[in-house]
C-alpha cells in the first residue's frame, strides 16, 4: 500500500498580477505551505474573530518557482529530479503510474507538464528518460516496447489527439471497463515508438490540437484536460526463464478550475460547467477516498489493539463487529468520464503523484485555498499498487530492442 505523494508549485506573479500591484500571499518553508489572508490580517484583532491569519499546509515536496535568483528556486529541472525520477523508477520496476496537475486556470499547470522548448516539463524528460535507462534504475537489463497514447476530454467527451478524422467535427471515443484491467478508451490509437524524437513529435501534434480559448485570467487557458498515457513493457530473464512485467504511465494536465464570468459566450459557459463539474466530482472522489482510507487505518489500528489486549474467541468476536459497523463510503468514479479513466490512479493499483499549481497572488486568495484544501485531502489517499508481471512467455518471443 502507498498514499499518493502530492507536491505544492508555486508560480511567478503573471503580467496582469504585476499590473495590479498584486500582494504575494504564499511562503514555502521546506515541505510546508503557508498562505496570509490579507483580509484578516488588515483587520484588528478582536476576541470574536477566530479565523487564522496564516494558514499552513504540509505536503511531500514544495516548490518556490517565483524568481530564479532566489536560493530556494526550483526550477524545471528540480521538478524532474524529485517527482520525475519517482516516475521511472515505478516504471522500470512494473509498477502502474498516474502524475497530475491541477489548479487554478493560469497556475502553471501546463508549463509544469509540458513546459516550453527553452524549459522542458515532466511529461517530456520523463520520456527521455525512457530512452536513455539509468543503470541505478534496474539491476538487469531488458528488452522494452513502448506505445503511447494522448486524448483529451472536453465537454465530456473523449478525443484522440493523434488520430486524423474523415469528418468536419472530431469524433468521440466511448469509455469501456474491462472486468480486470478496469476502464479504457475504445477505438483510442496506440502508437510505437523506437526514440525520444518520435515522442516528440506525437507530444507536439496532440498539443496543437488541443482545444484552448481566452479567459480572464489567461489567454490560452487548457478548455479540456488531457491524458498522456505510456505503455512500457520489458521482456526479461528471471531465473533463466522468461517474463513480461507491464507499467502504464498517465501523465494529465487538468484543465483549470475557475469561477464563471457572465461576459462569456454561451460555449465558453458550457465548457467552464464542464470542467467545473468533472473537478468538483473528482475533490468527491478524492475526499470519500480519504476517508475510506483513513477509516481503514483506523480499523487496523482498533483491531491490532483489541487482538493484543484479548486474545479470546470473545475478543475476536469484538474486532469483528467493530470492523463490521464501518462501512466504506460509496466512490462515484462514473460520475464523469475523467474520474472514471483514472479510478485505477485513485485508489487502485498505481502508485500516484499529484502536483498542485497556485498562484501567489493576493487576488487568488479563494482558489488558491482551494487547490490547497483539495491536494491536502489527495495526500491522505491509500492506493494499492503491485508489479504487474504477466505469464511467462514462449522461447521465441521477443519485444523490439532500441
Not at 528540480?78 to 519517482?86: C, I, N, R
Not at 527521455?128 to 539509468?134: A, D, I, P
Not at 493523434?162 to 468536419?168: A, E, G, I, R
Not at 467535427?169 to 478508451?185: A, N, S
Request: with cysteine; charged share 20%.
Amino acid at each position: 500500500m502507498a498514499n499518493v505523494k502530492v507536491a505544492v508549485r508555486v508560480r511567478p506573479l503573471s503580467k496582469r498580477e504585476n499590473a495590479e500591484e498584486g500582494r504575494i500571499i504564499v511562503e514555502v518553508d521546506n515541505k510546508v505551505a503557508k498562505v496570509r489572508n490579507i483580509k484578516v490580517d488588515n483587520r484588528l484583532d478582536g476576541p470574536w474573530d477566530s479565523r487564522e491569519k496564516i494558514v499552513a499546509f504540509s505536503f511531500d515536496y514544495c516548490y518556490w518557482s517565483i524568481d530564479p535568483e532566489d536560493p530556494k528556486y526550483a526550477s524545471q529541472e528540480v521538478v524532474f529530479q524529485d517527482l520525475g525520477t519517482s516516475v521511472l523508477s515505478g516504471a522500470f520496476k512494473g509498477y502502474n503510474i498516474c502524475l497530475f496537475a491541477y489548479g487554478q486556470t493560469g497556475s502553471g499547470k501546463t508549463y509544469t507538464m509540458m513546459g516550453t522548448p527553452a524549459s522542458v516539463g515532466l511529461t517530456p524528460r520523463i520520456c527521455e528518460g525512457l530512452f536513455s535507462r539509468q543503470d541505478d534504475y534496474s539491476e538487469q537489463p531488458a528488452s522494452c516496447r513502448v506505445e503511447v497514447s494522448f486524448l483529451e476530454i472536453y465537454n465530456e467527451r473523449v478525443r484522440d489527439l493523434l488520430k486524423q478524422s474523415d469528418h468536419k467535427k472530431p469524433y468521440t471515443l466511448r469509455v469501456r471497463e474491462h472486468p480486470e484491467t478496469g476502464p479504457y478508451v475504445q477505438g483510442l490509437s496506440q502508437h510505437l515508438v523506437t526514440d525520444y524524437k518520435q515522442v516528440v513529435g506525437l507530444l507536439e501534434e496532440g498539443i496543437a490540437k488541443r482545444i484552448t480559448a481566452a479567459t480572464h485570467i489567461h489567454d490560452a487557458s487548457s478548455r479540456s484536460h488531457a491524458i498522456f498515457t505510456i505503455h512500457y513493457t520489458q521482456a526479461i530473464l528471471e531465473n533463466n526463464l522468461p517474463s513480461e512485467i507491464a507499467s502504464k504511465i498517465n501523465l494529465v494536465d487538468l484543465a483549470g478550475s475557475e469561477r464563471a464570468d457572465p461576459s462569456y459566450c454561451k460555449d465558453r459557459i458550457t465548457e467552464g460547467a464542464n470542467i467545473n463539474k468533472s473537478l468538483v466530482t473528482l475533490g468527491i472522489v478524492i475526499s470519500t477516498l480519504a476517508q475510506n482510507s483513513q477509516m481503514f487505518s483506523s480499523c487496523q489500528s482498533i483491531n491490532s489493539i483489541t487482538s493484543e489486549g484479548d486474545s479470546s474467541p470473545v475478543g475476536s468476536h469484538t474486532t469483528g463487529s467493530v470492523s463490521g459497523t464501518r462501512r466504506q463510503a460509496y466512490i462515484p468514479y462514473r460520475d464523469s468520464i475523467l474520474t472514471w479513466l483514472l479510478k485505477d490512479s485513485l485508489g487502485g493499483n498505481s502508485k500516484t503523484i499529484m502536483v498542485a499549481t497556485i498562484s501567489p497572488a493576493s487576488s487568488s486568495y479563494n482558489e488558491t485555498m482551494s487547490t490547497l484544501r483539495y491536494a491536502s485531502n489527495a495526500k491522505n489517499i491509500i492506493n494499492k499498487p503491485r508489479v504487474n508481471e504477466v505469464r511467462p512467455l514462449p522461447r521465441l518471443y521477443y519485444l523490439h530492442i532500441f
